[in-house]
């Protein structure tokens, strides 16, 4: 399980990098690119190819980007995490949100071996003041006691 405190922790970071909002709409890189951005934070978007979705500039790699962010969240296939988490330590980001489906072993492993705070198998939606059905489901969690120790409703 993972522990509350590296939660709450990169929860206060305001400034994040976003690998995984996609060209294509709808999918749920982009919905976490939405939902944070309502709320403060400021995302700077990772993406190999595009220079920009939905009239976002994106940054091919961790090292374009314009200012230092406190975390990195993965929405994107478990065979790419481990490259882009040996980036985020190469340029200094010590904290790593990887999203269901975006972690793989070696790359949590990687995180834990270099004093990198990371949060895996959680949906950050559920963590970062959730509304509607991740509220609900955010709630329901807590009534089974699935939400990391230490967690308040």
Not at 71 to 94: F, N, R, S, Y
Not at 107 to 119: K, L, N, R, S, T
Request: glycine share 10%; aromatic share 8%; net charge neutral.
């Amino acid at each position: 399980m993972v522990n509350q405190n590296i939660v709450e922790s990169f929860l206060t970071e305001k400034k994040l990098a976003l690998a995984g909002a996609s060209r294509t709409a709808g999918k749920f890189g982009n919905a976490v690119f939405k939902e944070l951005s309502s709320q403060g934070y400021e995302l700077f978007l990772i993406h190999p190819e595009a220079e920009a979705i939905s009239g976002v500039t994106s940054y091919r790699s961790l090292s374009e980007l314009p200012t230092v962010v406190g975390g990195l969240i993965t929405v994107i296939p478990p065979a790419q995490t481990k490259k882009l988490v040996q980036e985020a330590h190469a340029v200094g980001i010590k904290k790593v949100w990887m999203q269901q489906g975006s972690a793989s072993e070696d790359a949590i492993g990687f995180c834990q071996e270099h004093d990198m705070d990371v949060v895996h198998g959680e949906c950050i939606l559920m963590f970062a003041q959730p509304q509607g059905l991740h509220k609900f489901h955010h709630w329901l969690w807590g009534l089974f006691g699935k939400l990391p120790k230490g967690h308040h409703n």
